[in-house]
């Protein structure tokens, strides 16, 4: 079974940088895409960012493209979320998630998900 943890929420101001980690245990998943998710209050969870498996170019939503960075390290099977230049309407509880091979757009895609973190962002 995989377990998912994640790590690097807080609170910043606008403007300032976060770097969310997400580490894997359980099963090396270097052939399964990685994403990030979000969910803010109200709101359906919704795609951030994906490293495909396959090798070909990462994934962003329209919102966070140029500040967003996402990245693994197969090594030690951990996912990264670089953010950038972060605005209040980035505010949510954000999902680290793999598993997928298809579809890896689509949070139901996904077979493993980490606890969520929240990230604050204030005016």
């Known amino acids: 079974q995989v377990q998912l943890v994640e790590s690097g929420g807080g609170l910043v101001q606008a403007g300032g940088s976060l770097r969310l980690s997400c580490a894997a245990s359980?099963?090396?998943?270097?052939?399964?895409?990685m994403g990030w998710f979000r969910q803010a209050p109200g709101k359906e969870r919704e795609f951030v960012a994906v490293?495909?498996?396959?090798?070909?170019?990462?994934l962003y939503t329209n919102s966070v493209k140029g500040r967003f960075t996402i990245s693994r390290d197969d090594a030690k099977n951990t996912l990264y979320l670089q953010m950038n230049s972060l605005k209040p309407e980035d505010t949510a509880v954000y999902y680290c998630?793999?598993?997928?091979?298809?579809?890896?757009?689509?949070?139901?895609?996904?077979?493993?998900w980490g606890q969520g973190t929240q990230v604050t962002v204030s005016s």
């Open positions: 359980g099963r090396t998943l270097s052939t399964y895409s």
């Open positions: 490293m495909p498996w396959s090798g070909s170019s990462t």
């Open positions: 998630a793999t598993g997928a091979r298809i579809n890896v757009l689509k949070p139901e895609a996904y077979e493993y």
